[in-house]
């Protein structure tokens, strides 16, 4: 009988100890989707208890309800209260828990503190990590912003080096790494069960170095047209989607009539672009094809831009770079091409839809508050933006870019800096949350830090 008791003890001690160990680390690091290793809720852990973060930690103990409200209580009368030191001791999956020591009327006393994530419950590290910055934003401490984005998992927020987008042309390395990213971006939005079927008709991609922006001398239609091509690529050969590419008509009344030079001659390269082997000719366009006489095998079609030019049987629309010109809007064509689409995804690629004042008042006061918010209802699921210093000359010197890589990745700001030989890194000084985008003066505030 003691034969048999004995090793069902041992066995039941064992299990306690290995019960224990894991239960403990588990309330170290409590996301439960992430149980296997922990890796990302460990890290961020070990960052906010870093001298860096120490002041990041102190504002998010302050987002505890009970612990602000009993702070701000003690302080109506008289400054009494307040948090001198926090301690980060694990990450559960609806907050960041600290233990924080408050000096209260002259005493130090150890209060619980949960900083809740302000869109929930977190089920992943990306989701994690993304919810620090939204909490570091909220707290008003966008330096720290930096070193969350900069931790080894989730979203990867490094950037290359040596673009050098200061020489024309750019590298051809330069050229497909933004093509195949924004590829990968426009294949995750479009897959993305979570966006919703109107946001999905509302897409954009903006792209802004010196290749692609048709305000300096250094404009390269091929560099649109190139970026175009791959994405349509991957859509029509890997996901089996018709896809229409579309560039705005001319614009105007009687002698006003005219196209953006950055389209001009646009739609003509189109119609002889080779799409290489990968599709047979019936998948390619061909000339006579029509949106309303269009061949149901083919995947390329063409078009322009307005309601009448979306088939039923169109998958996902790409308007190449569509602008207003003096004397004529093009934001009208395209909202009523949005609802025609009826939440297929519609992508814009460089759009340029700001008002051009002319003469005959196409564009004054009335109606400019909707077409602002028509504007704005488009979502970004890629962008790069160089920036220039405001005291710097015609798009020289670069102080460093924004960048956002996907729907639901971060808004980054990265500061150029340069090293020997010609040789230049963008470090990583801010990041936001993916929507809305950052505004303007937070950007500038940024590397004025």
């Known amino acids: ?56 930690l102190l504002g998010l103990a302050l987002q505890d309800v009970k612990l602000k409200e009993e702070i ?54 990306s989701q994690l990590k993304l919810e620090l910055i939204k909490m570091a934003t909220i707290c008003e401490r966008s330096k720290d912003t930096a070193g969350i984005a900069s931790l080894q998992f989730g979203y990867d927020c490094s950037m290359p080096s040596d673009f050098l987008f200061n020489q024309v042309p750019h590298a051809p390395w330069v050229r497909n790494y933004l093509n195949s990213r924004s590829t990968q971006a426009v294949l995750r939005a479009i897959n993305d069960p979570t966006i919703p079927s109107n946001l999905k008709s509302r897409m954009q991609i903006k792209i802004n170095v010196p290749e692609a922006n048709p305000a300096f001398d250094t404009y390269r239609m091929g560099t649109l047209l190139e970026l175009a091509r791959e994405i349509v690529l991957a859509l029509a050969v890997d996901e089996g989607k018709r896809v229409r590419i579309c560039v705005q008509q001319p614009l105007g009344e009687g002698i006003f009539v005219g196209m953006p030079l950055a389209l001009a001659s646009m739609r003509v390269v189109l119609e002889k672009m080779d799409w290489g082997s990968l599709l047979s000719p019936e998948q390619k366009w061909r000339p006579g094809d029509q949106a309303s006489s269009q061949r149901k095998e083919a995947l390329i079609r063409l078009g322009t831009i307005g309601a009448e030019q979306a088939a039923e049987d169109d998958d996902v629309f790409i308007i190449m770079a569509p602008q207003n010109v003096v004397g004529g809007m093009i934001v009208d064509e395209l909202e009523a091409m949005v609802k025609a689409a009826a939440g297929r995804p ?58 956002k890589k996907g729907w639901r990745e971060p808004w980054c700001c990265y500061a150029r800096e340069e090293g020997g030989k010609g040789k230049e890194e963008y470090k990583l000084v801010a990041a936001f949350p993916p929507h809305p985008p950052p505004d303007p003066s937070v950007v500038s505030a940024v590397y004025t830090m």
């Open 1 to 56: 009988m003691l034969f048999v008791i004995v090793p069902f003890f041992l066995f039941f001690l064992v299990e306690c100890a290995v019960g224990y160990g894991w239960r403990s680390r588990l309330r170290q690091c409590r996301l439960q989707p992430l149980r296997a290793q922990h890796t990302g809720v460990e890290q961020a852990v070990e960052y906010l208890n870093s001298e860096p973060a120490r002041k990041l």
């Open 72 to 125: 701000n209580g003690l302080n109506f009368w008289s400054n009494c209260a307040s948090i001198k030191a926090a301690k980060c001791t694990g990450i559960s999956p609806n907050g960041v828990e600290i233990d924080a020591v408050c000096e209260i009327k002259g005493k130090a006393i150890m209060r619980k503190s949960l900083a809740p994530f302000p869109s929930g419950t977190v089920e992943d590290e």
């Open 346 to 403: 519609l992508v814009l690629i460089n759009p340029i839809l700001a008002d051009r004042p002319s003469s005959n008042n196409v564009m004054q006061i009335r109606g400019r508050a909707e077409r602002r918010a028509f504007t704005d209802s488009f979502v970004d699921i890629f962008a790069l933006r160089l920036l220039y210093p405001s005291s710097g000359g015609y798009m020289f010197p670069i102080s460093g870019l924004i960048s």
